[in-house]
């Protein structure tokens, strides 16, 4: 007597092999995609840290005096006095309570130039003066994933002024 069909023990080897398989591919697709968003946020963090750089070089470029931090000493909060008086007085301030760093030129109203995908974790200026006619800014910046805390990207800065 002939019976068609397969038998239990088939059955079972071929649905732990195609169980295998679906669960490697569930794997696969899945780090794929962990990847896409680690580097977008990477991309984010990159593309706000350009943005701070290019805003303190585009106040720092004007500057005729640095009013905060002093002379040979340190802040949280950078005050450029600007050639242009719709800009002057620039003033750079780290609001740690927010994780933002808020840029607030002349009259014009405050205005965080971080996005609320990354968190500021340091913004620390140190003013060095040999004599008064020169200033050194020395800018460092830190800045935090708001989604992946490991993501972080530090960068410090210096500017050379005359005064």
């Known amino acids: ?3 068609d069909g397969f038998t239990i023990i088939e059955v ?8 295998i398989f679906l669960g490697a591919t ?17 991309n984010e963090l990159i ?22 931090p002093i002379a040979n000493s ?19 301030t780290f609001a740690s309570a927010t994780g933002e760093i808020i840029l607030k030129t002349g009259s ?3 205005a965080s130039i971080t996005n609320n995908r990354v968190k500021v974790k340091n913004f620390w200026i140190q003013n060095f003066s040999n004599n008064q006619s020169t200033s050194t800014l020395k800018i460092s910046l830190s800045l935090e994933s708001s989604i992946y805390p490991n993501l972080v ?6 500017y050379a002024l005359s005064q």
Do not use: C, H
């Open 74 to 92: 340190s802040s949280s909060r950078l005050q450029i006095s600007v050639v242009s008086s719709t800009l002057n007085p620039s003033i750079f």
């Open 153 to 158: 990207s530090t960068s410090t800065f210096f």
């Open 47 to 68: 593309a706000n840290q350009e943005f701070v750089e290019r805003k303190l070089s585009w106040i720092v470029a004007g500057a005729t005096n640095v009013v905060a």
């Open 26 to 42: 569930f794997a696969f697709i899945s780090s794929i995609l962990g990847t896409t968003d680690t580097l977008l946020e990477r």
């Open 108 to 110: 014009m109203a405050s």
């Open 12 to 19: 079972l080897i071929y649905s732990a092999l195609l169980a």
């Open 1 to 3: 007597m002939r019976r």
